[in-house]
């Protein structure tokens, strides 16, 4: 079956400008979560929802930094006003279920956020 | 806090002998435990996961994790390497708790393998 999409694959952006970056899960997965990965960093959590609510926030850096999932299947990432540090490579991921399980998470291929 | 520390950056081992992948962890109760890779330019694919039993765990790809509490470790190790296994390897952790922090991963930094021929 179709594994977790994202759009844009390369997103290049000016400094101070808006982004948005998509995310479609695994059809039937309820969590779904976003990471960012710097350069020779592992991914870093910035966010999970469990179907439309956002179970667990506290990685956003700032508030520049906001997600939505509306319906509980794709979700937005959404970063305002962007600095060059937020250049990173935004990873997606899905899994069955949240809470204390050992459930995968599946990953999809990333956005590659340039800000010039 | 959770924290995973994986001490090497990079591994280079010949193809046909065996590698070790070394991770540590460090969570407040019992941990689920992570491999992932990563090929350049695409996502992370999920190798394997100790959540409870037998401390000998088999993955995907050949690969396998022997989870050692008194240690807190979960190394990652292959009988016989393959060229094909050269890429970025990263250890996760999930703390089995209470609170909002369940579903997130910690990751490591990383560990690149290079297997020569």
């Known amino acids: 079956g179709a594994g977790v999409s994202q759009t844009p694959s390369n997103k290049v952006t000016e400094k101070g400008k808006y982004v948005e970056l998509r995310c479609d899960p695994i059809s039937g997965h309820t969590a779904l979560y976003w990471y960012r990965q710097s350069l020779g960093q592992g991914p870093e959590f910035l966010i999970y929802f469990q179907g439309t609510g956002a179970a667990d926030d506290s990685g956003l850096p700032n508030d520049r930094f906001f997600a939505v999932r509306p319906e509980g299947s794709v979700s937005t990432l959404k970063i305002q006003r962007t600095e060059r540090g937020d250049s990173a490579v935004y990873l997606c991921?899905?899994?069955?279920?949240w809470g204390p399980g050992g459930n995968e998470q599946y990953f999809g291929p990333g956005t590659r956020l340039t800000v010039t | 806090a959770q924290s995973v520390a994986q001490p090497e950056d990079q591994v280079n081992v010949a193809e046909g002998n065996p590698l070790t992948v070394k991770c540590t962890y460090s969570?407040?109760?019992?941990?689920?435990l992570f491999w992932y890779v990563q090929y350049p330019n695409r996502g992370l694919q999920f190798l394997l996961k100790y959540i409870t039993g037998d401390n000998l765990v088999k993955g995907s790809y050949g690969f396998e994790a022997e989870f050692n509490k008194s240690q807190t470790s979960f190394h990652l190790k292959k009988p016989s390497a393959l060229v094909s296994d050269s890429a970025l390897y990263f250890c996760a952790v999930r703390d089995f708790g209470r609170g909002s922090t369940l579903g997130r991963l910690y990751f490591g930094r990383g560990t690149q393998l290079t297997v020569w021929p």
């Open positions: 991921a899905s899994s069955l279920t």
């Open positions: 969570v407040s109760g019992n941990p689920y």
